[in-house]
């Protein structure tokens, strides 16, 4: 994600290169459809899946935790890792949810003071491509209950995506911790993986959206050769035509810290935020 003023987070990419390279030591898991807390059952993918966190723990057919170096270093400054235990099934009498954890704290970057976040991630162990992609979320706050009072704070960045190959196709709903009120309709098309993408293969919309961290949204995209439109609460939000990808991809939903004057903001050290997902769902193009 480039952040707004223009300066390119080309972290993110180098970390989620370093987990996904681990991908071609994995077989392929299939995902199906079901009815309201099923699991995979090895069905085809194309025939879609739903997933709505229900149980004591993620499908391992299914999902992925990752671990290792999250996205946002910044040399002598800050440094974040995803840390599995950072990710947890919760329920509550209003429903059962997945819940991504970031904490921030005083530490060594390189050798000088610093700051150190632990942040989440999961993905799937399957690529999907055109269709019609759904996440129902609360973004980062400092609540400890899925429907408990919190407010977002600087520092942090929450995320459903998907995600291949260097940006060679990224498709994101994105909340930056240091512009609250607003989530991103980002895409990406990185038309040589070999190497980062530019700030001209990126197409960005900045939604007004007051409430993004202290309610549950929905979040849709229907993505299809050159065309990808954005839905927020089941009203479209808008339209890109530019830098559309055609490469199927992975379902991602991450929750990761960062301490910088732009994308995420300046690290809030000592407070825990919290990222709800209640449900997402994955249809193919008819």
Do not use: C
Request: zero cysteines; a negative charge.
């Amino acid at each position: 994600m480039m952040n707004p003023s223009g300066a390119r987070l080309s972290a993110k990419a180098t970390a989620i290169l370093v987990f996904l390279a681990a991908f071609s030591l994995l077989l392929p898991s299939l995902a199906v459809a079901g009815a309201k807390g099923n699991r995979p059952n090895g069905k085809p993918s194309s025939s879609g899946w739903q997933d709505d966190f229900t149980g004591s723990s993620l499908s391992k057919k299914m999902w992925v935790v990752a671990s290792g170096q999250a996205p946002g270093y910044r040399p002598g400054d800050h440094i974040g890792y995803y840390d599995p235990s950072n990710v947890k099934l919760v329920s509550d009498s209003t429903g059962s949810y997945l819940r991504l954890q970031l904490t921030q704290e005083p530490g060594t970057v390189d050798g000088v003071a610093g700051v150190i976040s632990h942040g989440a991630l999961v993905y799937t162990k399957s690529k999907y491509g055109y269709g019609t992609y759904e996440w129902r979320m609360r973004m980062s706050s400092t609540s400890s209950t899925p429907t408990g009072a919190g407010d977002a704070v600087s520092g942090s960045v929450s995320a459903g995506f998907v995600y291949v190959n260097n940006s060679q196709t990224e498709i994101d709903f994105e909340f930056s911790g240091g512009d609250t009120g607003n989530v991103y309709l980002v895409n990406w098309l990185n038309t040589s993986p070999q190497s980062d993408p530019t700030d001209a293969e990126e197409t960005y919309t900045r939604f007004s959206l007051p409430t993004v961290s202290t309610d549950f949204h929905d979040y849709k995209f229907v993505w299809q050769p050159g065309l990808i439109d954005f839905y927020v609460d089941g009203n479209l939000a808008d339209s890109h035509t530019d830098n559309v990808p055609s490469a199927p991809a992975y379902f991602m939903i991450n929750h990761w810290g960062t301490d910088s004057g732009n994308w995420g903001g300046t690290a809030t050290v000592g407070t825990t935020r919290y990222f709800y997902i209640d449900s997402v769902k994955y249809m193919p193009l008819p």
